[in-house]
């Protein structure tokens, strides 16, 4: 099974940015689509960006023109570059399939604070 570890976060103040890495180990992941989600407390995990196969890149209305997700395949890995950062992006974000093959891993806290 795939095992998906993320990393990246921290706290950042608003306008600030941050690069989250999702490394995937015990299987290639190169042939799925991959995606970001975000969990806020209470309530359900939501996709913020997806990468497919061949590279097509799709993103939620919230958070287009400032994010960008891209992916390595030779190192297993999923990047989520996040710019000009806003409060309301604070959320524990987390990696998986589009839709989700394999058990979700710890997720990185994204806090953005003054």
């Known amino acids: 099974q795939v095992q998906l570890v993320e990393s990246g976060g921290g706290l950042v103040q608003p306008g600030g940015s941050l690069r989250l890495s999702c490394v995937a180990s015990g299987s290639s992941i190169s042939i799925y689509t991959m995606g970001w989600y975000l969990q806020t407390p209470g309530k359900q995990r939501e996709l913020v960006a997806r990468i497919t196969f061949g590279g097509s890149t799709n993103y939620a209305d919230s958070v287009k023109g400032r994010f960008t997700i891209s992916r390595d395949r030779a190192k297993n890995t999923v990047y989520l570059q996040m710019n000009s950062l806003k409060r309301e992006d604070t959320a524990v974000y987390y990696c998986?399939?589009?839709?989700?093959?394999?058990?979700w891993g710890q997720g990185t806290q994204v806090t953005v604070s003054s």
């Open positions: 998986n399939g589009y839709p989700p093959f394999t058990s």
